[in-house]
């Protein structure tokens, strides 16, 4: 009787990298041999047994993630490693605002201000709909605003980046 015997091998990815730290979690895919663990240098949240990262618990940075098996039976140990960047989402707020003059006017004014991320950046009030590109990290000021209508301030950055 012939018995062979077939080593383990694995291949590790992560799809939507690199990552802001706004996105959801992401599992790993996996090609090859089951059973190992994950790990990565200390800044990146991951679940040790599924490989699963968290963007928004990590720290921005690019990170190696490492998927280990042991060896035996004259085979080598394998590790598989991939690359995972973390990117920082801009964080906005309000830092200026004027009420509109009149009843039923369009005068009123809000300035957003941002800081994280990577500029330049671009401003949306209406939740991501619509985006207004400045040149700079300078606090961006919108006018011609009513009164009585919510206003959803949005920052997205140079890397797709959006506030929360």
Aim: charged letters at 5%.
């Amino acid at each position: 009787m012939l018995v062979t015997w077939t080593c383990p091998s694995a291949t590790i990815s992560y799809s939507g990298a690199p990552f802001c730290q706004s996105a959801a979690s992401s599992l790993p895919t996996l090609t090859g041999s089951a059973g190992g663990s994950f790990s990565s240098t200390a800044g990146l949240s991951i679940n040790s047994s599924t490989g699963e990262i968290n963007p928004a618990l990590s720290t921005p940075g690019t990170y190696t993630v490492h998927y280990q098996l042991a060896g035996g039976n004259g085979c080598p140990a394998v590790d598989a490693t991939t690359s995972v960047t973390i990117r920082s989402t801009p964080v906005s707020s309000v830092v200026g605002q004027s009420d509109v003059n009149c009843f039923a006017g369009n005068d009123g004014t809000i300035t957003i201000g941002v800081s994280g991320g990577t500029a330049p950046y671009f401003y949306s009030v209406d939740n991501g709909v619509n985006w207004t590109p400045t040149a700079s990290a300078a606090p961006h000021v919108f006018g011609g605003l009513s009164a009585n209508i919510p206003y959803r301030i949005r920052v997205k950055d140079s890397n797709g980046c959006v506030s929360k």
